[in-house]
């Protein structure tokens, strides 16, 4: 049943070209790869990666997470779709070398679509094979996924580079990575029992509509519950350092030196509220991010006196 409402809300995503794509819902176009520079990111977030819950995003910020010991990837997203964009990006990274998976992604030569199909759940390659046979490939991959999410920005990503991809599909099977359909703020009731070394969210705060201390109080009473004492969580990524992109349009002097004041603001108050200790970490800004900036900066919360335990 969810499956036929599954593909229902796919066929109606590309056949209405994704033009009415605004803001992030529980049917929208999938992204193709990360606009994150996760690659950079991750190795500087100091802790253990072992059990980790993860914004499913296009996958990649999940398949990350096994490039650096990940073992337990709980990963959730508001759109029912993102499922089918995580499985069959790991039924590529199992079925084909790193030449094909790129051949897959980035030429999009669907005649590789027959050798990741025996390595997709029945569910999944139920939902692909329909889409495939209906659409040509090139269709789906533009109208399913976003179109501004193309190759050019999948060197955000370790599972786009040689190396990262062999190392990501051989942890692949020591592993577990799970799917749930899920807001953000329901999350934490999903999963009352589970405790993580690390979660990751994205950039969600841009687009939840909740103010700061609103974001610092869920945090606090939700989130923070279900993060070990040696757990790190990413609560936001900033594209150009901007919490909020608004400021693009004052001239690149000020609008940095408001970013910045802002910034201070901001990860005042989430250590306030949470008595964690936040931390900025900066990394060249990812291909997508919006803005001039040089830097992109993720904003993650540790416990004080962390220390990794692997
Ligand atoms: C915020 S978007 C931004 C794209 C992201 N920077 C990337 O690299 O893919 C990341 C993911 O968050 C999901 N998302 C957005 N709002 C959400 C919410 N309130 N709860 C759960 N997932 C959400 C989107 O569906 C998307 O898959």
């Not at 179109?147 to 062999?166: A, C, L, P, R």
């Amino acid at each position: 049943m969810d499956l036929r409402v599954d593909i229902n809300a796919a066929c109606s995503i590309i056949e209405k070209e994704n033009l009415l794509w605004t803001s992030y819902t529980e049917y929208t176009p999938l992204h193709l790869a990360s606009t994150e520079n996760i690659r950079s990111l991750f190795p500087k977030i100091n802790t253990s990666f072992e059990k980790s819950l993860v914004v499913t995003c296009g996958g990649d910020q999940p398949l990350e997470c096994l490039k650096y010991g990940g073992k337990n990837i709980h990963t959730f997203d508001i759109n029912h779709l993102a499922k089918y964009g995580l499985f069959l990006k790991i039924g590529a990274i199992r079925a084909l070398s790193y030449e094909g998976f790129c051949k897959f992604y980035q030429d999009f030569d669907l005649s590789l679509y027959s050798q990741i199909r025996r390595f997709l759940c029945p569910e999944i390659c139920i939902f692909f094979d329909f889409l495939f046979k209906r659409y040509n490939h090139m269709t789906v991959i533009y109208f399913m996924f976003d179109k501004i999410n193309n190759y050019q920005i999948s060197n955000n990503s370790s599972v786009f580079t040689k190396e990262g991809f062999y190392q990501i599909k051989d942890q692949l099977n020591k592993s577990d990575i799970s799917y749930i359909q899920s807001d953000l703020t329901d999350i934490a009731s999903k999963k009352k029992q589970e405790e993580y070394d690390f979660i990751y969210l994205s950039n969600i705060f841009y687009y939840n509509g909740m103010s700061w201390p609103q974001y610092a109080e869920f945090l606090n009473e939700q989130l923070l519950p279900h993060l070990k004492q040696d757990g790190a969580i990413l609560i936001h990524y900033l594209y150009s350092g901007l919490l909020e992109p608004t400021i693009l349009s004052l001239n690149s002097r000020i609008g940095s030196q408001i970013a910045e004041s802002k910034r201070r603001e901001f990860t005042s108050l989430m250590s306030t509220t949470t008595g964690l200790d936040t931390e900025l970490i900066s990394v060249p800004a990812s291909d997508f991010g919006f803005g001039d900036g040089n830097e992109d900066i993720g904003v993650v919360l540790k416990r004080k006196n962390h220390r990794i335990t692997i």
